[in-house]
């Protein structure tokens, strides 16, 4: 067995548990097992007799590097799955350190277990169990308890995140093609990146960073909230939903990242080129009253549609002069 293989096992373990509450107390099904993440066929089969490819699998790989890498592919797994199920889920990088910390314990204890004469499922799922509590923690601490009120069910209901046309966006965010300056940053722009591959496509220096995408030379897969923006650097920075989604809904927790947020809005601005802007929506009236209070950024407010009375139904559009 080599690290392939042994990814390829743990893939297996990920697909039947991408959908899964870890917060759902598993007795209020009666059910015959004890933990809420399910042990694979595969990883059944090879936690049987004779268990020592797999042990000397991972033996090697701690030589190699103490299971670094193992611990890593684990974390950057989870997190993905974390993320596409919820999009307002957000973890620092150093709370990433510590999932990977968690990853390694969790390696090094089933480690441990193959390690016995004897195991039986009840003893893989004792671990599992033990594995899903600490993720719970996890998952509390770096995001707070309100976010994970709603997850009462089994299994996940994935909170809704479209991707919209380049051209629909394009409508929605004011961008006039003939004016707009260069390089220009799409911020939260979507696996699919279509505004920025749209924009490319007509010539234009476009970029876009979001947590879900395959990176290349002119995408960045990275949470839009880790990026380093450089000073002075960008033309235009448009955002359409990922920008004002995730401020409202910190926002509007009693534990969200709120003053984290309006940091990195003022590094953003800071990003900008002397007459660059940064293009919104849907809007957000407090910040719009705390840029106001911001010397230099001139504010520009537009409806997105002529029936919509509601004050976030606007495209913001902040320059810096």
């Known amino acids: 067995m080599n690290r392939k293989d042994l990814y390829r096992y743990i893939d297996g373990q990920f697909k039947i548990n991408d959908k899964v509450n870890l917060f759902y107390n598993i007795n209020d099904d009666f ?30 790989e701690y030589q190699r590097d103490e299971w670094e890498d193992i611990s890593r592919y684990f974390t950057t797994r989870v997190i993905r799955i974390f993320t596409y199920n919820n999009q307002y ?27 016995r004469k004897k195991i039986d499922r009840q003893d893989i799922e004792m671990e599992l169990y033990k594995h899903s509590c600490n993720l719970c ?5 770096t995001n707070g308890n309100d976010i994970f009120n709603r997850y009462r069910n089994r299994y996940i209901d994935k909170l809704v ?5 380049a051209r629909l966006q394009l409508k929605i965010l004011k961008l006039d093609l003939n004016h ?3 390089p ?33 030379d002119y995408l960045i897969l990275s949470d839009w909230f880790d990026v380093d923006y450089s000073k ?23 534990d969200g990242y709120v003053l984290d947020l309006y940091n990195k809005m003022e590094e953003i601005l800071q ?29 520009k407010k537009v409806k997105i549609g002529p029936n919509m009375k509601n004050d976030r139904f606007y495209t913001t559009i902040i320059t810096r002069v």
């Open 180 to 182: 707009i300056v260069e």
């Open 137 to 141: 923690d996890f998952l509390i601490a």
């Open 271 to 299: 990003s900008l080129k002397i007459g660059g802007r940064f293009i919104y929506a849907p809007s957000l009236p407090d910040i719009v009253s705390y840029i106001c209070n911001i010397e230099d950024y001139n504010i």
């Open 31 to 60: 059910s015959d097992t004890i933990s809420p993440i399910r042990p694979s066929r595969d990883f059944l089969d090879i936690c049987r007799e004779p268990r020592v490819e797999l042990i000397d699998c991972l033996k090697q």
């Open 184 to 216: 220009i940053l799409d911020i939260g722009c979507g696996e699919s990146a279509n505004l920025v591959k749209y924009l490319r496509k007509l010539g234009f220096d476009a970029y876009g960073v979001d947590r879900s995408l395959k990176s290349n």
């Open 161 to 165: 995140c479209e991707e919209y046309s």
């Open 89 to 115: 889920l957000y973890f620092k990088r150093e709370s990433q350190e510590k999932l990977k910390e968690i990853y390694r314990g969790f390696i090094g204890n089933i480690y441990t277990l193959l390690n």
């Open 232 to 254: 002075e650097y960008w033309g235009t920075i448009i955002s359409h939903m990922a920008f004002s989604n995730h401020i409202w809904h910190h926002k509007n927790r009693k």
